[in-house]
């Protein structure tokens, strides 16, 4: 199979199970439960139809990536895990997995946008290409949340898979770890993460 | 996760990380660092006679016609692009493309009829996305006669919204394959444009200067090494300049090692910025400032056979109504204003684009009165004239 073929066909991933997490939201707040695997296959059919069934010219999916053509494998991972958490009832990211790729999101971006839209001389954005101490780094990252079993490493195991086999159209280690969706939704919540513990902690001292 | 779980994934991770190691582990081994063909104006008899001869491509048409960029190939073929369309940044606007074929060896022919190449449509549909217009082309030619051509698209926004796309022809333009896209920016992969002259390395694969224009504006290198089925490519890129002071760089080999770009200058003081590399172009002297005024605007250059730089600019810091060369002397300290091609107050005269070629002739082609795409051919005996005048 060509490359071209894989990296196309590999886009199609993410608008597909965000569009089943979309309709999954909306029966929530209708008040309908979209638990249960016979609802999922379902949704996964008509999701699937939906985003190739082609729309002005483009299936739906590759309207998704003309916006945006790399979405990170955390990104995916974390819709892809909100998608089977309502359909199963059970978690494939627990809640520590989850808060170290908050951290992981939030680090990456604000080390990587700014300095890449052109703040100082270093552009660490060039550091995904070929081998250089990102790669050492986000090895060693990876073994050690894997030896404190924490589930985000395995998130991480997928992102160099997906990087050996080039399902992304780039080539840049960087585009498999971070996009601009996920730094911005890592943050959010850890911001909510912040105001909540404060908030708590305000508690607390009022009670006491 | 159980143990055996556990370890296996951490293998699993150790062999996955070892595969791009090993991969940087035998580039490195087996070739040295980068390292550039010099490029320059081939030196004439010593006494050849001045030339120099003024032509526009293309018929006049009522479109507007931007950023043209010139190849030669093998047997003397020259090709052109150029975008097109009802203004700059309208929907309608395609790349279009010429060649200009020697009638025998040494006696130049017609161009042909430009013909487009991409538009937004092609575009779309070879990148299966959707491309709202399309932007400057750069082409150059490489082993085996083939025709590349990178070029800028738009999906959303202005220019900002930018992307590299990449195409090669393997029968001198006739057909092109189906365009491809160049990731070069963490964020949303926009704001990557090209417009000056590739420079080959020797051993292969080309450095070609690319800039960013979002929230910074700055100028870059994009590594570019295709495969030799010409279908396969890598590419990397690296920064030539920070924060907003210049753009649109153009890229002069001086030797093996060492380079000097000239910058668009964006800042403040309008004026060509220059950098220095010394080590085949991973590392860069922070920009400074030549004398030689600019509006903004689009700046080209090319080494000459002695060792000095001709640039094309606009000699103006406020319009491009005028189109000018220069000389440096061989430290690039001071400038010589050569020759004055073009002066129509109120007119745009802009984005040279200069190509030495074989016979020893320089080509310029630059955008006239955003009508027309003229194109200049001299020798160094005619530049050198030009520079004595002067005096």
């Known amino acids: 199979m060509s490359e071209e073929i894989i990296i196309t066909g590999f886009s199609f991933l993410f608008p597909f199970l965000l569009l089943m997490l979309t309709v999954q939201s909306v029966l929530r707040r209708l008040g309908k439960s979209p638990g249960g695997w016979r609802p999922a296959v379902i949704l996964g059919f008509f999701s699937a139809l939906a985003v190739t069934v082609p729309v002005g010219g483009l299936p739906l999916a590759r309207w998704v990536a003309s916006l945006n053509a790399n979405f990170s494998i955390p990104l995916t991972a974390v819709v892809l895990h909100r998608v089977w958490k309502n359909a199963s009832g059970t978690a494939l990211l627990d809640g520590n997995a989850l808060r170290v790729g908050w951290i992981f999101g939030g680090i990456g971006g604000v080390v990587l946008y700014p300095m890449a839209l052109g703040l100082g001389p270093f552009d660490p954005y060039s550091q995904g290409w070929g081998f250089s101490s990102l790669f050492v780094v986000s090895m060693g990252l990876t073994v050690f949340l894997l030896v404190k079993k924490n589930r985000f490493g395995v998130v991480l195991v997928f992102c160099i898979l997906s990087y050996n086999l080039h399902l992304l159209e780039s080539s840049n280690l960087w585009d498999y770890f971070i996009d601009p969706f996920f730094v911005s939704v890592s943050l959010a919540a850890l911001v909510r993460r912040f105001v909540k513990s404060k908030n708590r902690r305000d508690n607390r001292m009022e009670k006491s | 996760m159980n143990k055996?779980?556990?370890?296996?994934?951490?293998?699993?991770?150790?062999?996955?990380?070892?595969?791009?190691?090993?991969?940087?582990?035998?580039?490195?081994?087996?070739?040295?660092?980068?390292?550039?063909?010099?490029?320059?104006?081939?030196?004439?008899?010593?006494?050849?006679?001045?030339?120099?001869?003024?032509?526009?491509?293309?018929?006049?048409?009522?479109?507007?016609?931007?950023?043209?960029?010139?190849?030669?190939?093998?047997?003397?073929?020259?090709?052109?692009?150029?975008?097109?369309?009802?203004?700059?940044?309208?929907?309608?606007?395609?790349?279009?493309?010429?060649?200009?074929?020697?009638?025998?060896?040494?006696?130049?022919?017609?161009?042909?009829?430009?013909?487009?190449?991409?538009?937004?449509?092609?575009?779309?549909?070879?990148?299966?996305?959707?491309?709202?217009?399309?932007?400057?082309?750069?082409?150059?030619?490489?082993?085996?006669?083939?025709?590349?051509?990178?070029?800028?698209?738009?999906?959303?926004?202005?220019?900002?919204?930018?992307?590299?796309?990449?195409?090669?022809?393997?029968?001198?333009?006739?057909?092109?394959?189906?365009?491809?896209?160049?990731?070069?920016?963490?964020?949303?992969?926009?704001?990557?444009?090209?417009?000056?002259?590739?420079?080959?390395?020797?051993?292969?694969?080309?450095?070609?200067?690319?800039?960013?224009?979002?929230?910074?504006?700055?100028?870059?290198?994009?590594?570019?090494?295709?495969?030799?089925?010409?279908?396969?490519?890598?590419?990397?890129?690296?920064?030539?300049?920070?924060?907003?002071?210049?753009?649109?760089?153009?890229?002069?080999?001086?030797?093996?090692?060492?380079?000097?770009?000239?910058?668009?200058?964006?800042?403040?003081?309008?004026?060509?910025?220059?950098?220095?590399?010394?080590?085949?172009?991973?590392?860069?002297?922070?920009?400074?400032?030549?004398?030689?005024p600019n509006p903004d605007a689009g700046i080209a250059a090319l080494l000459l056979s002695d060792g000095r730089v001709l640039l094309a600019y606009n000699h103006h810091r406020e319009t491009r109504e005028n189109l000018s060369l220069a000389v440096s002397d061989r430290g690039f300290r001071s400038w010589r204003r050569a020759a004055v091609l073009e002066d129509t107050p109120g007119e745009e005269f802009s984005y040279p684009y200069l190509l030495p070629t074989g016979d020893g002739s320089i080509h310029l082609v630059y955008t006239w009165k955003r009508q027309r795409i003229k194109h200049v051919v001299f020798n160094e005996a005619w530049l050198h004239k030009q520079v004595s005048d002067e005096r």
Not at chain 2, 124 to 135: A, F, N, P, V
Not at chain 2, 175 to 195: D, H, I, K, Q, Y
Request: glycine share 12%; aromatic share 12%; charged share 20%.
């Open chain 2, 4 to 292: 055996k779980f556990v370890f296996i994934l951490i293998l699993l991770t150790l062999l996955l990380y070892a595969r791009p190691f090993w991969q940087w582990f035998q580039a490195k081994k087996g070739a040295p660092g980068p390292s550039f063909h010099v490029v320059s104006a081939l030196p004439g008899a010593t006494n050849e006679r001045p030339f120099m001869k003024e032509e526009f491509i293309g018929p006049p048409g009522a479109m507007q016609v931007h950023a043209a960029s010139m190849a030669e190939l093998g047997d003397g073929t020259l090709a052109a692009v150029w975008y097109g369309g009802e203004y700059e940044g309208s929907k309608d606007t395609r790349i279009y493309f010429t060649t200009r074929v020697p009638r025998a060896p040494g006696e130049e022919g017609e161009w042909s009829l430009p013909r487009g190449i991409v538009d937004r449509v092609s575009a779309g549909k070879e990148l299966k996305r959707y491309i709202k217009k399309t932007g400057n082309p750069l082409i150059f030619s490489g082993p085996g006669d083939r025709l590349w051509l990178i070029y800028v698209t738009v999906s959303v926004g202005g220019w900002s919204g930018s992307a590299l796309n990449v195409t090669v022809s393997h029968d001198r333009g006739r057909n092109w394959a189906p365009g491809r896209r160049l990731t070069l920016s963490p964020f949303f992969n926009v704001s990557e444009l090209v417009r000056n002259n590739p420079l080959p390395l020797t051993g292969g694969g080309y450095v070609i200067p690319i800039y960013h224009e979002c929230i910074g504006i700055f100028s870059e290198l994009l590594w570019f090494f295709p495969k030799s089925d010409g279908k396969g490519l890598n590419y990397r890129k690296t920064r030539l300049t920070w924060g907003k002071r210049f753009l649109q760089p153009t890229i002069v080999a001086l030797s093996p090692d060492s380079a000097v770009t000239f910058h668009r200058g964006h800042g403040v003081r309008k004026n060509i910025g220059m950098s220095f590399g010394e080590d085949g172009g991973e590392t860069w002297t922070a920009p400074g400032y030549i004398e030689l």
